[in-house]
């Protein structure tokens, strides 16, 4: 999908520079994935401690 966007020059380059990125495009993608994964893992943190999923680990791994 083509988009314009009016994004710092700055950015853009702190990006590219930080991933490795060799266009703007898969910098911009990069970061985008990298902002998601951030708040998919932000949102599983909500469920600490709130979920029991009474698991024996040593049954699991065949250990007796």
Request: without cysteine; glycine residues 4%; aromatic residues 2%.
């Amino acid at each position: 999908m083509r988009t314009t966007l009016d994004l710092p020059e700055n950015l853009i380059d702190e990006v590219m520079q930080l991933t490795g990125a060799k266009t703007k495009s898969e910098a911009i993608k990069e970061a985008l994935q990298t902002q998601i994964n951030l708040i998919r893992r932000k949102k599983l943190l909500t469920f600490k401690g709130k979920i029991d999923l009474d698991i024996n680990l040593d049954v699991l791994r065949d250990r007796k």
